[in-house]
């Protein structure tokens, strides 16, 4: 795994342990799951194959950048940004009719279903 899809891995994962939560894999494709679950893990090849919208590849991008230029309020607001676009495209992928209503709490209850 390249050094950069292994950042990207963990960068999510930091991401979703402020609400005790992990990426990991399963026979039915992704979810998210508490940190205490022992599911496999979803590498960063595996995100990066699967979450194929450019737009949450670019909007990680901007997110390193913001880091790298100290601009930690923006970096907050497009963290939180990428966990939503990714629910919304976990939620999508599995309920073909969904509509997001752009509220994170509701999709994260939601995401628990899958």
Do not use: W
Request: charged residues 30%.
């Amino acid at each position: 795994m390249s050094q950069e899809l292994q950042l990207y891995e963990d960068h999510i994962n930091k991401i979703l342990s402020f609400s005790n939560k992990k990426l990991a894999k399963n026979s039915r494709g992704y979810k998210i799951i508490d940190i205490s679950d022992q599911e496999t893990l979803m590498s960063a090849q595996d995100i990066k194959q699967t979450i194929d919208a450019p737009y949450v590849h670019e909007l990680y991008e901007r997110i390193k950048q913001s880091l790298n230029d100290g601009e930690y309020d923006s970096v907050i607001t497009q963290c939180r940004t990428l966990i939503e676009e990714i629910y919304v495209y976990v939620l999508e992928m599995n309920d073909k009719n969904y509509k997001s209503n752009g509220n994170i709490n509701k999709q994260s209850q939601e995401i628990k279903k899958y």
